[in-house]
């Protein structure tokens, strides 16, 4: 497959990912505010995940889409991230223990995907 005609699966499978995401998000949060605790509340505000599984899903199928050479610069752009997330989210623990406010498990996720980009960005820029 072409790496363009990939690109644009990648997109439109992504892009659906996404829109089910908000959708299903805002559903379970509109609903899950008037409704009790208990199970049936529980399970209403954990169906964005079922959105954020196919995502994963999504992004099995682009890398599996790519050649080894793409695929070995995103792996290694991902690895990089990874590195970043793990420092700084080990950093910031030290930090909580000095009285800083603990942070949401959801700041591990925005800290990945803008360091991912983020390297992503800086290869495409400086390794021509």
């Known amino acids: 497959m072409l790496e363009r005609e990939a690109k644009r699966k990648y997109f439109l499978e992504m892009g659906a990912v996404l829109a089910l995401y908000l959708v299903t998000l805002v559903v379970s ?3 899950g505010e008037k409704m009790e605790p208990g199970t049936g509340r529980t399970l209403l505000l954990l169906t964005p995940v079922i959105p954020v599984l196919l995502t994963v ?3 099995v199928r682009q890398f599996s889409r790519m050649d080894e050479f ?3 610069r995103s792996l290694e752009a991902f690895s990089v991230a990874g590195a970043i997330t793990a420092g700084l989210t080990f950093t910031y623990g030290f930090l ?3 009285g800083f ?3 949401s498990m959801f700041w591990v996720w925005g800290v ?3 360091s991912w ?3 992503s960005c800086w290869r495409s820029l400086f390794k021509r």
């Open 101 to 103: 406010p603990r942070l």
């Open 70 to 72: 793409v695929r070995l």
């Open 96 to 98: 909580e223990g000095a």
């Open 117 to 119: 980009g983020t390297v």
């Open 29 to 31: 949060i509109r609903l």
């Open 112 to 114: 990945m995907g803008f």
């Open 57 to 59: 899903w999504v992004l």
